[in-house]
Nanobody, 116 residues
Framework: QVQLVESGGGLVQPGGSLRLSCASS????????MTWYRQAPGKERELIATISPNGNRQNYVDSVKGRFTVSRDNARATMYLQMDSLDVEDTAVYFC?????????WGQGTQVTVSS
């Protein structure tokens, strides 16, 4: 079955960096676009970055453009999110997502807290 497992979250000071990973299994990773979402306390889940199956196209929400970079390693079936110049507004649970077959799949999420 499809599994998505995020890792790499934690506590970081404003201006700092983190790299999130999303390890996948149970489907042919290289054939699917992958997406990062986040959900801040009291807010709706927000799409922040998408990457095409071969990794040559990325799209970002305006609030993270120029600071976050999404990438993937199809040989390792893993997607990454490099987050730089982090701000307190980036505090959220970060999820990876794939639409496979007729179903939406989410990981369990990883907490990112930006605080001094």
């Amino acid at each position: 079955q499809v599994q998505l497992v995020e890792s790499g979250g934690g506590l970081v000071q404003p201006g700092g960096s983190l790299r999130l990973s999303c390890a996948s299994s149970g489907f042919k990773f290289r054939d699917y676009a992958m997406t990062w979402y986040r959900q801040a306390p009291g807010k709706e889940r927000e799409l922040i970055a998408t990457i095409s199956p071969n990794g040559n196209r990325q799209n970002y929400v305006d609030s993270v453009k120029g600071r976050f970079t999404v990438s993937r390693d199809n040989a390792r079936a893993t997607m990454y999110l490099q987050m730089d110049s982090l701000d307190v507004e980036d505090t959220a649970v970060y999820f990876c997502y794939v639409h496979h077959g007729f179903t939406d799949y989410w990981g369990q999420g990883t907490q990112v807290t930006v605080s001094s």
